[in-house]
Structures are given as structure tokens and as C-alpha cells.
């Protein structure tokens, strides 16, 4: 048994050395107190809403959020808007619904059930209206990058000059977290750009953490879920483990033989 | 295989039994004389069926939401992520328990390195074993496709890239595998079936490895021949299946744990971007537990020579039992086997190492020194071992060395008077 867990434990260290290897990146990103991080990690509801507000307000003119709807908007575990203001925020948007009877295409306000809306057409319209590159759908966005939250985080506050020596092409940006530090997205934050509804001073760190933990959100909208099942699972598991445990004891020592 | 014909006490029981003897095999289960000293190294066989069991029932709710279509995969493994209902969970469990399969059958194949379990009589058991591990490999290499993502597209283009490696039919093989002329739809739509099919054979497999394990019994740490039933061995039920579930409880708070806490961790970033045909990732890396192989196909300059290397490293397992040549079976009592065994478990995890690194400089000096370590271990270490090697004595009996302490040496055979029956 001894050996057993000694062994196990090089296995874990092991894996605890694979993962470091693999998440070793040259630059150190901007950390920040994440309310969502560790087994009992939550959602700051009012981060979300704020969130949200800079998606809308800043982002959402070039990156689309595809596999989300308005309805989840109201659900448990997220920004929790209530209906009536879920309802307001799909109505201000047109979708493009049909065909009608007459075959045609019409457009009509949003409902809870559409998905948002997106900035473009297509990929290519994307991109045409980008320099050519493409601005990255957003729904998944923190799970699609290595350094997860913090690398978005990071990214948002990182533009600077760039260094003597580095030239850089029109419409391409210099940013120290971004791989090979080249951005075609310009520095979007400012300090005031939004204005927020409870009050909250909207500096760019402020605006930066509130959109990733957003974004974090529209990644797994069911981490909070996950969390507490998660604990409940483990407790569980733990308790039948120490049962089974002794259990297992009483049996043996029929033959005493030591297990 | 028990000694005594069972009988069952209903009338309808033996007439039922006589005419498919269940209530006999059920009986068999449950008496199954067992080595009454396995250690927990011999749980994993249970805890594998557990995994198994678990992938194939997560998968078919996966399978019921999911869609097999280019254009649909990515978007549909969203809508299990979010729409359906505990799709995050079945899903997460799905991924992770991929992981924790290979974690556990990685332990169950160095368990029967470590005591000889390959040795006679359990050759059988052994193959089947190997064949098993590489269905699973299959399996988990066509799985990883499915989501769509960056590096299921790309992985995919590089593995069925290898068979291009074969001489004159080499490419046509490839454009057969792809049902055209690069990995698209018509490739996910046939992994998807081959990812489906695939586990139903591993678990015809199974029973055969359980078959095949009942015949001699199980080995056990000390590694010799028991009587069965006597007093070294203890019925299956209660005392083993206890223990099994003891074990399999610890292996699942584990499971719990990634499921939980660190869904992600296992996985790719990259995979959560969707398959872009025009566009490559910086370093294309497979699952973890691929990656010993991947190094050592890299490790080789030439394409062909590297595939066949990458794959001799399965197969030369296969010969195993014929490959090593020593008549006793556990490492406990083999001195010197024992540190080549502690190095082989090292070699494979640095090539474990430098296949998650790119293959230059440094790590692919590491990578071929590895790799020709490896092969030397199987075709020239375990060959010369068994008969350079002194042994040590090995008891009569389990019960011997366990109420005495160290072996009798008055009731131990010598090593040149062991012979396996």
C-alpha cells in the first residue's frame, strides 16, 4: 500500500510537470483575483452584467458570439438578466427570419429563443472589413487559448510602442502578450469608454477584467453548476471510500490476511 | 474451472442451468479461487472494465445529440456543452475518461511487466491484451476527431499521413482512408462509425482476456504456481470484489477531480477552435498518452522507417513473453531485472516528455537515445537477462513467506530446480 501511494505520487508529479511544460510561455501574464476560480468558485454576477456591457458595446462590432442565445441571458449561473430585461436587449436587435408566405425574407426584432446577432454576414465579409484577418467568434474563445482568462486579460492591457527595431505594417498593432506580439486588432480600451449602469469606474483594467470573466462565462455556462455538483460528488465519493474502506477491513480479517 | 460440478438448489434454477449454464458461470465468478496476496498493482483490471463500461455508456448518450458533418460537429459539441441536458457532464467524463483509461491501463501493463504476468502460462492473455491496447489507441485517435476542432482536423491529417509512408500503394491507401483528396467530411463520418464500433470489439476482447485470465488463475507478486483452490487463494466474492471496489472508489475521486475542476487540462486549446483547413497550428501535439510513440516516430529522419518503428514498439510487446527469457516470473526475486524495469518506466516517460516538445536540438538527441533504449531493453536486456541473471530464492508457498517473514530457505526451490508446469 505504501509503495502503492508512493508511486502514484511520482505518476501525479509527473503530469504536474507535463501540464507546466506545456503552459511554460515566455511572457508572465497580468494576474488578477479571478471569482470564478477553485472548487467553490462563482460567478461575480455584476462582473457578468458589466461584462456584457462591453461585449455589447465594444467588442460585438466585429466578433460574433454564435453559440449563445438571449434566452441564456436570464438563466441561472450567468449574468442572470431578468426577462423583461433579456427581452429588451433581444428586441433591439433585427433578425433576419423567414421565408414569409410569400417567400420572402423579412426582418423582425429579436426574441429570447435567437441567438445573438451576428456583426457580419459571413466569414468573408469579416474579413474584408478587417484587413483581411478575421475577428474570432468569442462564445469559446478563453477555452481556445492557452493561457485561458489571463491571457485575454493580459492581451486586452498590452499594447504598448514597439521596440526599436520592430517595424510594423499598416493596420497591424504591437502587443507584448500576443503570440509574436503582432495584432491586426487596434488597442480597443480606454480608460471611461463605457459608461456603467451601477456606478462602477470603468478604467480599462476594470472594463478588461469585466469582459474575460464574461467571456469565461459564455465559454462553460455551467461552471457554477459543475463546481457545486463537483464538491457534493467528491464528499460523496470520499464517505462510500471510507465505508467500503472499513467494510473491506471487517472481510479480511476473516482470513487475517492484511489488505 | 472450479473443482466441484455445481448444482443449483431450485428446480427451475437446474432446469434453466441445464440448458445454458448461467447460474454455473455466475458461480464460477463468484468462487474464483484468487491469490490471496495481490497487491492493489491488481485492481486495474477491474478498474479497467469500469472505464470501459463508462466510455461506451457516456458515449451512446454523445452519439444520440452529436452530428457527424463538417460543417455541424463543432456547432453540435456546443449544443452538448450547453443545451443538453448534464451534456457538460457526459461529455467531460467522456474526454477525461479517455484519460483515465490510459492512465489505468498504463499502470495494468507495467503491473504485468513489473511480475511477469506475460510469462507462461498467460501468453494468451497477454496478446489479446496488446491487441486490446491498440483498438484503444484506435479508438481514442478516432474519438479525438469527432469534436472537430483544430487538432482533431490537423492530428487526423497527420496520422493517416503516416500510411503514405508505404511504398508504391502509400498514397492511393491515403485517399482511401480520407474518401478523397484530404481529410473532410466523408472522413468524419466514417471515424465517427469506426469510434462507435470500436469499443464493442474491445469488449468482445475483454471477455476473452477474462477467459483466457481463468484458465491458469491470476498471478500474483510473488509470481509462482498456487494450488486452487488451497489456503493461499480466497473466493472472488467477497474478498476481492471488496478490494476492487475499494480501489476503483479512490481511482474515481481522481476521475472526479479532472471531471469537476480541470475539464480542460487534459486536452488542447487549439481544439476549441474549429477545424480550418487553411490553417495549421504552430505545433501539432497528440493526446498524452500517444505521445511515447510520437516521439519515437519522430525521433526517426526517415518517414517509412519511422512509422515502422513507432510501430514495432507496440508490436515487439506482442513477443514479449518469448523475448524474455528468465523461468521466474517476478521482478521481486530478479535483482537485476528489477532496476532495468525501474529504467524502462523512466525511458518511457522522457519519451513521453520530448513528444510534447518540438522535435529539435536537445529534445531530439533525447528522443533517439530513448528510443534506441527502448528496443535494446526488449531485444537485447531481457534476452541476455535470463541467464546472466542470479536470483534470488523464491518461497513455495504465499502463505510461507507471509507468517514467516523473509523465505525458509530450508522450503524454497532453487532457482534451477523452478520449472513452470
Known sequence: ????????????????????????????????????????????????????????????????????????????????????????????????????????????????????????????????????????????????????????????????????????????????????NKIKMSNQLSDGL???????????????????????????????????????????????????????KRIWSRIETKV | MSEHEYTP??????????????????????????????????????????????????????????????????SSVEHIMRDVNYGWLIRYIHANGASMFFLAVYIHIFRSLFYGSYKSPREIIWIIGIIIYLLMMAAAFLGYVLPWGQMSFWGATVITNLFSAIPLVGEGIVTWLWGGYSVDNPTLTRFFTLHYLIPFLILGLVVLHIWALHVPGNNNPIGIDIKKPSKDTVPFHPYIVI????????????????????????????????????????????????????????????????????????????????????KIRSAVFRPLYKQFYWILVADVLILGYVGAMPAEGLYLLIARIATAYYFLHFLVVLPVLGFKERTTPVPLSITEPILGGSPNLATVKKKDSFKDQ
Request: aromatic residues 16%; negative net charge; glycine residues 8%.
Open chain 1, 1 to 180: 500500500m505504501k509503495n502503492f501511494f508512493r508511486i502514484s505520487f511520482l505518476i501525479a508529479l509527473f503530469f504536474g510537470f507535463q501540464f507546466n511544460s506545456n503552459a511554460a510561455e515566455k511572457v508572465e501574464y497580468l494576474k488578477t483575483d479571478w471569482s470564478f476560480k477553485g472548487p467553490f468558485g462563482k460567478f461575480d454576477r455584476a462582473a457578468l452584467q458589466r461584462g456584457y456591457q462591453v461585449y455589447q458595446e465594444v467588442c460585438s462590432s466585429c466578433h460574433s458570439m454564435k453559440y449563445l442565445s438571449y434566452r441564456n441571458l436570464v438563466e441561472k449561473g450567468g449574468p442572470e438578466f431578468s426577462v423583461e430585461q433579456a427581452k429588451a436587449i433581444a428586441a433591439s436587435f433585427e433578425v433576419k427570419d423567414g421565408p414569409n408566405a410569400d417567400g420572402e425574407m423579412f426582418m423582425r426584432p429579436g426574441r429570447l429563443s435567437d441567438k445573438f446577432v451576428m456583426p457580419y454576414e459571413n466569414e468573408k465579409a469579416a474579413q474584408a472589413a478587417n484587413g483581411g484577418a478575421y475577428p474570432p467568434d468569442m462564445t469559446v474563445l478563453v477555452k481556445a487559448r492557452g493561457g485561458g482568462v489571463d491571457y485575454i486579460y493580459s492581451l486586452l492591457q498590452g499594447y504598448e510602442d514597439p521596440p526599436a527595431g520592430v517595424t510594423l505594417d499598416d493596420g497591424v498593432y504591437y502587443n507584448k502578450y500576443m503570440y509574436g
Open chain 2, 9 to 74: 438448489k431450485s428446480k427451475v434454477g437446474k432446469w434453466f442451468n441445464d440448458r445454458l449454464p448461467l447460474l454455473t458461470l455466475a458461480n464460477h465468478l463468484t468462487d474464483y479461487p484468487t491469490p490471496k496476496n495481490l497487491n492493489y498493482w491488481w485492481t486495474f483490471g477491474g478498474i479497467l472494465t469500469f472505464c470501459l463500461i463508462t466510455q461506451i455508456v457516456t458515449g451512446l448518450v454523445l452519439a444520440m445529440h452529436y452530428i457527424a458533418h463538417a460543417d455541424m460537429a463543432f
Open chain 1, 194 to 248: 463605457v459608461e456603467y449602469s451601477d456606478g462602477t469606474n470603468a478604467s480599462v483594467e476594470q472594463m478588461a477584467k469585466d469582459v474575460t470573466t464574461f467571456l469565461m462565462w459564455t465559454a462553460e455556462p455551467h461552471l457554477e453548476t459543475r463546481h457545486k455538483m463537483g464538491f457534493k460528488a467528491i464528499v460523496y465519493l470520499i464517505i462510500l471510500t471510507v465505508l467500503v474502506y472499513f467494510s473491506m
Open chain 2, 243 to 326: 478490494k476492487d471496489g475499494f480501489a476503483l472508489l479512490m481511482f474515481m475521486i481522481v476521475f472526479a477531480f479532472f471531471v469537476f475542476y480541470t475539464p480542460n487540462i487534459l486536452g488542447h486549446a487549439d481544439n476549441y477552435i474549429e477545424a480550418n483547413p487553411l490553417v495549421t497550428p504552430a505545433h501539432i501535439v497528440p493526446e498524452w498518452y500517444l505521445l511515447p510513440f510520437y516521439a519515437i516516430l519522430r525521433s526517426v529522419p526517415d518517414k517509412l522507417l519511422g512509422v515502422i518503428a513507432m510501430l514495432s514498439a507496440i508490436l515487439i510487446l506482442a513477443a514479449l513473453p518469448w523475448l524474455d527469457t528468465s
